[in-house]
């Protein structure tokens, strides 16, 4: 399976728009781009998907690189709500729709 | 709004005795997972059903069965339980999309095996 790389933590503030990068270098042509996250003491959750195009969806933004190596999850106005675990996972077309997930980012927000 | 519960959110459960953990979904999914998640380690999957009695190994499977009998229930057994499967059970659910398909997680299950 291809591999995502995440940076271990990021800080925002409140209300601020947040940008969590991944590296995903040796994505393949039929990987789709999934992005969940997880709040303490719950079961993780979808926030976006896409494979080519930016997508946009009432939780967030997803900018991908042309090239397809990273992509970037965007919270527009970061609320408290906001601080979670958030993964990013490559999901092939042919998987056996298996998530593999890495050890993500922790957000946290600043009020 | 779909829907996975679990049967419990906290269990206390003695070495050796088998333990049964239940996961209810309410849409209809095809496809049920099940995973644990260890500090350090992620999550990891233990076992997913694509179908009614149909299932197949996760990267973790050792220790672990499984039982599917019908599309909205997906129970994990553990045999005889040890204390290194001490851990957090999280079910899922989703309906295949080849990729694009949506994982809809429980609020989890925190096992202790003492």
Not at chain 1, 69 to 82: E, G, V
Not at chain 2, 5 to 34: A, I, P
């Amino acid at each position: 399976d291809a591999k995502t790389t995440q940076p271990n933590s990021m800080e925002s503030n409140e209300e601020e728009p947040v940008h969590l990068p991944c590296n995903h270098s040796t994505i393949s042509g039929t990987d789709y781009i999934h992005w969940y996250r997880q709040l303490p003491s719950q079961g993780p959750e979808y926030v976006i998907h896409g494979l080519t195009s930016n997508v946009n969806n009432r939780m967030a933004s997803l900018a991908i690189a042309e090239d397809r190596k990273s992509s970037t999850l965007i919270l527009h106005r970061a609320t408290l709500r906001d601080a979670a675990v958030y993964y990013c996972i490559l999901i092939s077309r042919g998987s056996n729709y298996k998530l593999t997930f890495g050890k993500g980012t922790l957000l946290t927000v600043n009020p | 709004d779909v829907k996975v519960t679990q049967s419990s959110r906290y269990l206390v459960k003695r070495t050796g005795e088998k333990v049964f953990l239940e996961c209810v979904q309410d849409m209809d999914h095809e496809n049920m997972f099940w995973y644990r998640q260890d500090p350090g380690l992620g999550l990891r999957l233990i076992y997913f059903s694509y179908d009614v009695k149909m299932k197949e190994k996760g990267d973790i499977p050792e220790g672990y069965s499984v039982s599917r009998e019908k599309k909205e229930r997906f129970s994990l057994i553990l045999e005889s339980a040890s204390t290194n499967q001490t851990s957090m059970y999280l079910c899922a659910s989703s309906f295949p999309g080849g990729g694009t398909d949506t994982q809809y997680f429980g609020p989890g299950t925190r096992l202790t095996v003492l």
